[in-house]
Structure formats: C-alpha cells, structure tokens
C-alpha cells in the first residue's frame, strides 16, 4: 500500500500530542523545553505542519521515550518527510485538497455521497476535462485531469485496492455534462468499475423522497492500521474540511448506512446505470 506521508505527519501529531499531555505537561511548557514557540508545536500537534524526525527525537527524550518505542516514532517522521505524487501536482492542487488526496492514497475503504456529479474516482477523461472546465475554468485544466486520472489508480493497486462504497443522487446519471457521448462514455465506465470486488455502486432515485444527507456530499475514509483513525472529508469550491471525532465519523457512517437501505441494491443500481447510459448513447 501507498505510504501516505499525509498519513504519517497525521499520526505523528496525534502521537506527540498524546505523550506530551500522559507527561502532564501544558504547550507551553513543552514548547519552551523543545526551544520552539507554542504556536509551532500546537500546529505541529494538529498536523498543520510537519515535524523534522531530529525534533522528533528531542520530543521523545523530553517525554521519557526511548527504545524500540522511540525509534518506530522517528521512523514515521522520517515517512512523513517524503513527498507524496500528488505534490508534484501543487501547482493546480489547491493545498486543502492536497491533504485529502494525501489521506485517499493510504485509505482502506472509501464510503461517499454524491449528489450533483460523478465521484472523482469513477470520473472518465473526457467528463473530468468537463467537469474542471465548468467549475473552475481552463487554467491548468489539463494538469488537473491527470492528477484526477492518477488518483484512480487506488481503486487498481496491488497491496490491495480500496474497497469504494458510492451512493449516487439519481440525478448525478441524468445531467448531461459534457454532451450525449462524454455522459454515455461515463455511464458505462461507471457500469464497467461497479463490477469490481471492491466497488459498490448504489444508486438512489427520486423515488426515495427526502434522505438524511440532502445538505450535503461526504466522503468517510478509513485506514488498514487502527493507529490511523477514520475521517469524515466536506468540499466545495474553495475549502475542504476534515472532521476526525469519533462522534462525527459514527454519524456519517449511520447516514451512509441509511442512504445504502434507501436506494437500489448493487445489482438493480447496475441495470439503472446501463439504462441511463443507453439514453444517452
């Protein structure tokens, strides 16, 4: 599997976060110990800004780790100081969508909801070109599909692929982008990937009346190592938030759940896509 180093910074803050407060000491106190500010090492806690595997080292021994315990740490910081492909992308990724491509690239299962377009990970070329034209333009528009491109090939890894749970709004398959022939393609490429093993595709219609997540898409990701809690990802144009309490993800989970019973089971969801697709062939 993808080593994340969005994944890693994430654990090693939460970590660092958990000895300093079993030590008893404040930021405060830590900080001036670690001859940093408090404002540094509080960013650095919520994984805001990375952390130098050295720093790492001076943290452990002022926390009273050491040994085996103390080197498996460093050696996530050191993970953390890699760059993820995605970076080379930076340049048309904005940096909150970064961090989630970085937490998509280590996840074990994907579970969204989409309510106006197809998921970035099912999305063909020719719809995403689309898809970027008419929501952000044509500066960087083809860098922007191939990072889109790139980030699919989770769903086709080894070791071993995501498992991707999608429900979608019935009128995610009715609103032609692109034209007959981008959203034919489409359809029946999201048809041909809903076969997969890892992919389940649920489709909810209108016939489903008002459903728990009408304010709003999501997507919930979790992660093969327990040390790696799950989080609850929102986007929109311009800002992406992460919510990691357990509370919240519990929540959403219970929504994806509700929204699964509501539409088309896999393999009526697999009729309705071919049927659309066949409309617009």
Same mark, same amino acid.
């Given at each position: ?153 989770? #769903? ?11 429900? #979608?709004?019935?009128?995610?398959? #009715? ?88 539409? #088309? ?17």
């Amino acid at each position: 599997m993808t080593v994340s180093p969005t994944v890693r910074r994430r654990r090693i803050a939460r970590e660092l976060r958990q000895l300093r407060e079993r030590a008893g000491m404040t930021l405060d106190v830590a900080a001036r110990q670690l001859d940093m500010s408090k404002s540094n090492l509080s960013r650095i806690e919520n994984a805001q800004i990375g952390i130098k595997p050295r720093d790492v080292r001076a943290a452990l021994a002022l926390y009273e780790v050491t040994g085996v315990d103390a080197e498996a740490l460093i050696e996530i910081a050191r993970g953390a100081q890699q760059r993820g492909w995605w970076q080379n992308y930076s340049d048309v990724l904005p940096e909150w969508f970064e961090f989630y491509v970085g937490l998509e690239a280590e996840a074990e299962s994907l579970r969204t909801y989409e309510a106006e377009s197809v998921p970035g990970l099912l999305q063909t070329e020719a719809y995403a070109r689309e898809m970027f034209r008419r929501t952000a333009g044509e500066e960087g528009l083809e860098r922007k599909v191939a990072a889109r491109l790139r980030r699919q090939e989770v #769903l086709h890894r080894d070791s071993p692929p995501v498992e991707l749970s999608v429900v #979608l709004n019935e009128a995610v398959l #009715l609103r032609p982008v692109g034209g007959p022939a981008v959203m034919a393609e489409q359809l029946t490429h999201m048809a041909t990937v809903a076969r997969s093993p890892n992919v389940t595709c649920h489709v909810l219609p209108f016939a489903s009346g008002g459903h728990p997540a009408m304010s709003t898409p999501y997507v919930i990701i979790t992660f093969a190592d327990a040390a790696d809690n799950s989080v609850v990802y929102l986007d929109n144009l311009t800002l992406g938030l992460a919510l990691e309490e357990a509370g919240h993800v519990r929540g959403y989970t219970l929504v994806h759940e509700e929204l699964c019973r509501m539409a #088309l089971d896999p393999a009526a969801s697999l009729a309705r896509l071919e049927e659309a697709a066949r409309h617009f062939a």
